[in-house]
């Protein structure tokens, strides 16, 4: 059974540009969720992707979008890139929607923007 | 609304002795409550959930935890700490009011002394 994978693992942007993050769910899994993790916090959920619709969303501005494929992989994109957003960002799938679910997360994408 | 507070944003203990790792929780339904670990360079890890089945609840590698409504609190224990324990701990809550979210804690940092 192969986990959660994201790519790339590490990524360098400048202020102002676009950056796609990518993500594997794992085989059998159906519901994708993002989160943003800077540095000494905790995870912040960004939104959640099920049969590829979005089906809930953090309190994060229309310049970070998703989409989810027929396959269920996901990705994240963030528009007009601002200092804030270097972190860590973590992908996680779920065999079902739903609040009592347990989520696999991957090990991130740590994004850099100078 | 929801929001999560861990207590402690350290802990220290020696081996062999017992592990608290405090959380208080709001939300304006039953919750869904969980805690996850995260160790150094590997992805979060599901500890244990409760999910309103039974207050106590039993999780990996002999942590558990004890819902208490009276006291909106979902304290993480083990009665004997071990070095391999050492890591960050999320305690998290989640809920489909409006939408799918799900609120992580800012962490609490656990060390185990030789």
């Known amino acids: 059974e192969t986990g959660v994978t994201q790519s790339p693992t590490h990524l360098i942007k400048t202020r102002g540009q676009q950056v796609t993050l990518r993500c594997s769910s794992q085989?059998?899994?159906?519901?994708v969720s993002w989160y943003q993790q800077a540095l000494g916090q905790g995870p912040q959920f960004i939104f959640q992707y099920y049969r590829e619709e979005e089906n809930g969303r953090g309190n994060f501005p229309p310049r970070f979008s998703g989409l989810q494929f027929p396959n269920y992989s996901s990705e994240l994109n963030v528009n007009a890139l601002e200092l804030d957003d270097s972190a860590l960002y973590l992908c996680a799938s779920s065999p079902r929607t739903g609040v009592n679910t347990e989520a696999f997360f991957g090990q991130g994408t740590r994004l850099t923007v100078v | 609304a929801q929001s999560v507070t861990q207590l402690d944003s350290h802990v220290s203990v020696s081996e062999g002795t017992p592990v608290l790792l405090r959380c208080n929780y709001s939300s304006s339904y039953s919750p869904s409550l969980f805690w996850y670990v995260q160790h150094p360079n590997k992805g979060l890890q599901l500890l244990l959930k409760y999910t309103s089945a039974a207050t106590l609840v039993k999780g990996i590698n002999g942590f558990e935890a004890e819902f208490k409504k009276s006291e909106t609190s979902f304290h993480l224990t083990k009665p004997s700490a071990h070095m391999s324990d050492a890591a960050e701990y999320f305690c998290?809550?989640?809920?489909?009011?409006?939408?799918?979210?799900?609120?992580f804690g800012a962490g609490t940092r656990l060390f185990v002394k030789a």
């Open positions: 085989s059998g899994h159906n519901t």
């Open positions: 998290v809550v989640s809920d489909n009011t409006g939408g799918f979210k799900t609120i």
